[in-house]
């Protein structure tokens, strides 16, 4: 459902327009007595009237204070609003639904926890959290879907996540809006919202060669991290699923740039392992940690 | 005699040290770089016509994007209203016979051209396609344009910017007229003094910054590309340091005119002189600190996001000051419509509401979903065409005749300041909605249900194109024609007022002693309008 008018598809994105509404209505208010005022100011003292002028209000301490903390108030209240709901998009829920997103010019290459992968297409269940966790292998892009009220720029060198919960099945826009280079307007695609049962018929139509857990075992073995991560050795290397429960930001920076942190024994995997790869090693030690 | 007719020689021009021919320099250049910037904008509006866009290609629809942002930011809007209004006024307000530093003037007025050459150069060689913001590492590691010799034009204007503040901060506190106070100052100064003091402090930020994006660009020395050990946030921070403040010397000084047109064309002091005064100061302090509203989505903490949203709320409030005062102002005063007032009413409204917008993208959840959309383009043209245009077209009308010697042609001003309004609210209004609705910005070609908006969006740009053209056509023939201007033909009390028009080179035959404020209008009755 691409046409217009459109309603938010999701639960946050129901808040946000009812944040916007007011925001309207207290727009119309003020532009209503602002052009109101000059209205009937430049037609009641237009230079020819007659209108009384004797006395005019001289400066007034009461009128500059009274309209300052009144606008004050008002802007302080607004702030509020925003701030709550956004705090509460930075919350990820416990029980979301991980889904990898790699943003490069100009495509967004998807992939799901059992190893299904898309291109400019996300596929997603109806009335469940959802967390992407996003990365670029080049430029700053942004991943946003507009009926779902949510978008987040989309960094390399780091992983920045969002979350929704999608309320109404259908097809939505999904844009790139961080301008990244010369096909910065074709970088999007369709967002398919379905239900959960529709989702899994899917999911399981799809072609994958194994989920990604199994696939990140594979990256772990072939980089040779059991060496020292396998719980046996005598390295002094956590076990791997004694860390399944740090967040992937400081789990990716750990294995990337272990030296940043003052550790020594562990060689840097930068350049060394792919996004694609990385993400898979990410499910791999997150399965570990008897889910999330 | 006066400042026109001493010295016909192109040399009398060049090397002149009189701040009013300054001016005139100044005008004749942005005026060029107006209608550069313009017809940039003309092309982006006709291609987006067509949901495939009607006939660039994307790489040439990413330069000319690129092209109208560089252009109208940094080569009109920062520079317009201090370089021409501000340079030919301040010292005819004060009372002094011409700026503190005369040669740096003149000096101001070299780099800005030689920065403009230089960056026209670097956007018709080859062009940039990063968008006027330059974002890293797209611009350092990815693009391929003539983005050094665009930063280093940039870079040698912002000098200019520099000497231009440094000049107005130093005359106002050291040449003001015996017995002119602060107190006594007309707010345009305040607002003047405001902006310098923003010129003087954040463009060597940008200085700074363009220095590390030219190194980072041809030796990729790790400051910004996460690559090789850089952080791209680290750019974003530095560019909005100075480009949220740069806003306000877009703004500011066009918040100082309408003060004074609405005082003017309402023959009444300013309400609240003192709020409207400081509330410019403040806008100018605040503003140093809200950059981080740019960066909502940009991956920036959570809590740095809520002080800068917060403090964001905090620099409306002064804005909102202004505009209760001139309604305040416009009370019981006897107002005419003369051009310059309509502008000012144009500019009260729009300026309002791109105000209001403006809160939208401030409210954080909100900007979640507004932001990189057109909603923004929409909001920041509010204040900055709108806005700011206006204000610019009102203040040059207002001080035409003491700058020219020249009446302009009263119905032909009005008609077009009419038009621009029309055709500004036709361009922009329509891209509120699809703002909302999802349209990204910087798209050279968008999904089908999105045309009707840019149909309507091209329809007012071309209203709004004629309509910039009106003022150029008939303020250049009252330069011939027009009818000779009186020393007072508003009969504003102001000091600008009291010399000739135009004025003597020296400003003044003998400097004035100032009893009293700047607003102190006669007693209505046996004052003629021409007098």
Redesign the interface.
């Known amino acids: 459902m691409t046409g217009f008018p459109y309603t938010a598809a999701s639960t946050t994105g129901a808040e946000t327009d009812y944040l916007l509404w007011a925001m309207l209505a207290a727009s119309f208010a003020v532009m209503a007595l602002v052009l109101g005022l000059l209205l009937i100011y430049a037609i009641r003292y237009r230079e020819a009237s007659r209108a009384d002028r004797s006395n005019p209000e001289g400066k007034s301490w009461v009128l500059e204070i009274g309209w300052t903390s009144a606008t004050l108030v008002v802007f302080f209240g607004l702030f509020l609003w925003g701030a709550d709901l956004y705090v509460r998009l930075d919350r990820v829920p416990d029980d979301a639904l991980p889904i990898y997103v790699v943003g490069k010019q100009w495509m967004w290459k998807i992939e799901h926890p059992d190893g299904q992968r898309e291109i400019n297409a996300l596929h997603v269940p109806l009335g469940r959290p959802v967390e992407l966790i996003m990365t670029s292998e080049d430029v700053i892009h942004d991943f946003a879907i507009p009926a779902l009220r949510i978008k987040h720029d989309v960094l390399p060198g780091r992983y920045d996540t969002m979350w929704f919960q999608a309320t109404e099945a259908g097809e939505y826009h999904l844009f790139c809006t961080q301008f990244c280079g010369t096909d910065h307007a074709a970088m999007g695609g369709m967002v398919t919202v379905m239900s959960e049962a529709d989702y899994t018929a899917w999911l399981s139509s799809q072609q994958t060669d194994g989920s990604l857990a199994s696939l990140g075992r594979a990256v772990y073995l072939k980089n040779g991290c059991d060496g020292c991560h396998d719980g046996r050795g005598t390295s002094g290397a956590p076990p791997l699923a004694s860390v399944a429960g740090i967040p992937e930001s400081s789990l990716r920076d750990a294995i990337l740039h272990p030296e940043r942190k003052g550790e020594v024994r562990m060689p840097s995997f930068s350049g060394r392992i792919g996004e694609d790869d990385l993400f898979k090693l990410m499910a791999y030690i997150k399965s570990l940690g008897g889910g999330r | 005699m006066n400042y026109l007719t001493n010295g016909w020689t192109i040399r009398s021009w060049l090397l002149t040290i009189d701040h009013k021919r300054i001016a005139l320099l100044y005008l004749g250049t942005i005026t060029l770089f107006f209608f550069l910037g313009g017809a940039a904008a003309a092309a982006i509006r006709l291609n987006l016509l067509t949901p495939a866009g009607a006939f660039l290609s994307?790489?040439a629809y990413?330069r000319m994007m690129t092209m109208h942002g560089v252009i109208m930011v940094w080569f009109f809007l920062v520079p317009a209203i201090p370089v021409t209004m501000g340079n030919f006024i301040v010292p005819l307000m004060i009372g002094a016979r011409d700026l503190a530093f005369p040669r740096l003037n003149l000096m101001s007025w070299y780099l800005f051209v030689i920065g403009g050459l230089v960056a026209l150069y670097g956007m018709v060689a080859g062009g940039v396609?990063?968008?006027w913001?330059f974002?890293a590492?797209?611009s350092t590691?990815?693009?391929h344009g003539h983005l050094v010799a665009v930063a280093v034009g940039i870079f040698i204007s912002g000098f200019s910017s520099i000497a231009t503040g440094l000049n107005f901060v130093v005359t106002i506190h050291r040449l003001r007229a015996p017995g002119l106070t602060w107190y006594r100052l007309p707010l345009f100064l305040w607002s003047l003094y405001a902006t310098s003091l923003i010129l003087l402090l954040a463009t060597p930020v940008l200085a700074m910054l363009l220095i590390l994006l030219v190194l980072e660009n041809l030796f990729h020395i790790g400051l910004f590309d996460?690559?090789i050990g850089g952080d791209?946030?680290l750019f974003q921070h530095l560019f909005w340091f100075y480009s949220h403040p740069a806003v306000y010397v877009m703004i500011l000084p066009g918040l100082g005119v309408v003060t004074e047109l609405v005082s003017a064309y309402?023959r009444?002091a300013v309400?609240?002189?003192?709020?409207v005064a400081w509330s410019s100061i403040a806008i100018a302090v605040v503003g140093f600190f809200v950059w981080g509203h740019h960066m909502?989505?940009?991956?920036q903490s959570?809590y740095t996001?809520?002080l800068f949203?917060?403090l964001s709320?905090?620099v409306?409030?002064p804005s909102?000051?202004k505009?209760?005062?001139w309604?305040?102002t416009?009370?019981?005063?006897?107002?005419?419509?003369d051009a310059p007032m309509l502008y000012a009413?144009g500019f009260?409204?729009l300026f309002?509401?791109g105000g209001?917008?403006g809160?939208?993208l401030?409210?954080?959840?909100?900007?979640?979903?507004?932001?990189?959309?057109y909603f923004v383009v929409a909001h920041f043209h509010y204040i900055m065409v709108g806005g700011m245009v206006s204000a610019y077209f009102g203040g040059l009308h207002y001080w035409w005749p003491k700058i020219t010697g020249r009446m302009y042609p009263e119905m032909w001003a009005r008609v077009a300041a009419i038009l621009i309004f029309f055709g500004f609210n036709l361009t922009f209004f329509p891209q509120f909605i699809i703002g909302?609705?999802?349209m990204?910005?910087?798209?050279?070609?968008?999904?089908p249900?999105f045309q009707i908006f840019n149909v309507l969006s091209t329809a007012g740009a071309s209203i709004l194109a004629l309509a910039y053209l009106l003022p150029f056509g008939y303020l250049t023939w009252s330069l011939f024609k027009g009818a000779r201007a009186p020393a007072n033909p508003w009969g504003s009390p102001g000091l600008e007022w009291t010399t000739q028009s135009p004025p003597l080179t020296e400003n003044f035959v003998e400097i004035p002693v100032i009893t009293e404020g700047p607003y102190n209008y006669p007693p209505r009755e046996g004052l003629s309008r021409h007098g």
């Open positions: 994307a790489e990413n396609d990063t968008g913001t974002y590492p797209l590691a990815f693009s996460p690559t791209p946030l309402s009444k309400f609240g002189y003192k709020f909502f989505v940009a991956g959570l996001s809520l949203s917060i709320f905090l409306a409030v909102a000051i505009v209760f005062n309604l305040a416009l009370h019981k005063g006897y107002i005419r419509f009413f009260i409204g309002t509401l209001l917008t809160l939208f401030a409210a954080l959840a909100a900007d979640v979903h507004l932001t990189q959309t909302y609705l999802g990204p910005r910087r798209y050279h070609a968008y999904p249900e």
